[in-house]
């Protein structure tokens, strides 16, 4: 990730007035792209508007009217949207932010609400990550995305489709269904997350290498980012369901209590997740501990048996004209014998003190 254009981002926008539209993130498309979809519970319409302004126009107040916005890039495209929506300056400023972590605000008659959407890469095997941004009004429902493609086509389907009760419901519904799958997609990569520890603690039961770290290690990151991206979703969950507002239905807010179920469940899982790593951790260094000891064990016996036996060899190597040894035919032979028997000796001390 190319995080020095971030900071330079990041650095432009110190200093300047709050509200003030700074995109800081990166490029991720090249042209920021609008659709509109546009229903009732009897009739669908999908438009590709040129521009907000043509949005706005075939926006109509008795339907549900979705814009999606893929580009945050562009500035003014966001500055002419908050315009002609009326949305507030600093409501504006978070959704061009994309590294603040997941958050709820609402301003006047508008909320907003910014969450991540996030999947498996198995090319990198790694977290990707886009921040989505809503924008709930009384009569439409704005997404903004940093680039195309979403999780959102099993929504698309079902508006196209008419199943379910979606298109009998208003914009807040649709806004829940949203963010639903988003929450149930961070199930799905826990699941994935959970499937790789398993792999990964099986193998370092098996055979740990060293390649295994750098695997812990990136787990353990991915964890973490996991967890910290998802833990602001628990009171995000609890502020919708205690904001008084008009922009969700009391029937609607019902739905919300099975997001709130859905994140907790995740945090906890990240939270399982994160203590079984760490016991893999601990038995990866434990068993490479022990492979090393048990070398060091068979080193040290060895010179152990070869100290007596140098201890010898050394006499003999001190070349004194007068040892009545030399003289002797059988001397060496029985010197040899002599090492063999305190070698053996000392491996049979060993055994029985179940040092070996």
């Given at each position: 990730m190319k995080y020095h254009k971030i900071f330079k981002n990041r650095k432009e926008s110190i200093g300047?007035?709050?509200?003030?539209?700074?995109?800081?993130?990166?490029?991720?498309?090249?042209?920021?792209?609008?659709?509109?979809?546009?229903?009732?519970?009897?009739?669908?319409?999908?438009?590709?508007?040129?521009?907000?302004?043509?949005?706005l126009i075939e926006k109509q107040a008795d339907y549900v009217n979705w814009i999606n916005i893929d580009g945050l890039h562009d500035i003014e495209l966001i500055n002419r949207t908050g315009t002609l929506f009326n949305i507030?300056?600093?409501?504006?400023?978070?959704?061009?932010?994309?590294?603040?972590?997941?958050?709820?605000?609402?301003?006047?008659d508008q909320m907003l609400l910014i969450l991540k959407m996030i999947s498996w890469d198995e090319k990198s095997g790694?977290?990707?990550?886009?921040?989505?941004?809503?924008?709930?009004?009384?009569?439409?429902?704005?997404?903004?995305?940093?680039?195309?493609?979403?999780?959102?086509?099993?929504?698309?389907?079902?508006?196209?489709?008419?199943?379910?009760?979606?298109?009998?419901?208003?914009?807040?519904?649709?806004?829940?269904?949203?963010?639903?799958?988003?929450?149930?997609?961070?199930?799905?990569?826990?699941?994935?997350?959970?499937?790789?520890?398993?792999?990964?603690?099986?193998?370092?039961?098996?055979?740990p290498v060293s390649e295994h770290t750098t695997a812990l290690h990136d787990l353990r990151k991915e964890l973490l980012y996991l967890r910290k991206i998802t833990m602001p979703l628990k009171e995000i969950a609890n502020?919708?369901?205690?904001?008084?507002?008009?922009?969700?239905?009391?029937?609607?807010?019902?739905?919300?209590?099975?997001?709130?179920?859905?994140?907790?469940?995740?945090?906890?899982?990240?939270?399982?997740?994160?203590?079984?790593?760490?016991?893999?951790?601990?038995?990866?260094?434990?068993t490479i501990s022990n492979r090393m000891n048990s070398v060091m064990k068979v080193l040290t016996l060895i010179a152990t048996i070869f100290i007596p036996l140098t201890f010898i060899a050394g006499i003999y190597g001190m070349n004194f004209s007068y040892m009545p040894e030399l003289s002797v035919k059988w001397a060496y032979f029985a010197v040899l014998l002599v090492m063999l028997i305190i070698g053996v000796s000392m491996l049979v001390f060993f055994k029985k003190k179940k040092w070996l």
């Open positions: 300047s007035p709050p509200g003030s539209l700074v995109h800081i993130g990166r490029k991720k498309t090249d042209k920021a792209v609008i659709s509109l979809m546009r229903y009732n519970e009897t009739e669908l319409s999908e438009t590709v508007p040129d521009d907000i302004n043509s949005a507030h300056p600093l409501l504006l400023e978070d959704i061009l932010n994309t590294t603040i972590l997941p958050k709820i605000d609402i301003i006047d790694s977290i990707e990550s886009e921040q989505v941004s809503f924008i709930l009004g009384k009569d439409y429902l704005i997404s903004f995305q940093e680039k195309p493609g979403d999780l959102f086509d099993p929504v698309r389907a079902r508006l196209r489709n008419c199943l379910g009760k979606i298109r009998k419901k208003g914009n807040d519904y649709l806004f829940y269904a949203l963010i639903d799958i988003i929450i149930d997609n961070y199930m799905a990569v826990t699941d994935t997350l959970s499937e790789r520890i398993d792999n990964l603690e099986d193998e370092v039961l098996k055979n502020n919708i369901k205690r904001e008084e507002t008009d922009l969700i239905s009391e029937d609607t807010l019902v739905f919300f209590n099975d997001v709130s179920d859905h994140v907790i469940q995740v945090v906890e899982f990240i939270d399982v997740f994160r203590e079984i790593l760490s016991g893999v951790y601990d038995t990866y260094t434990s």
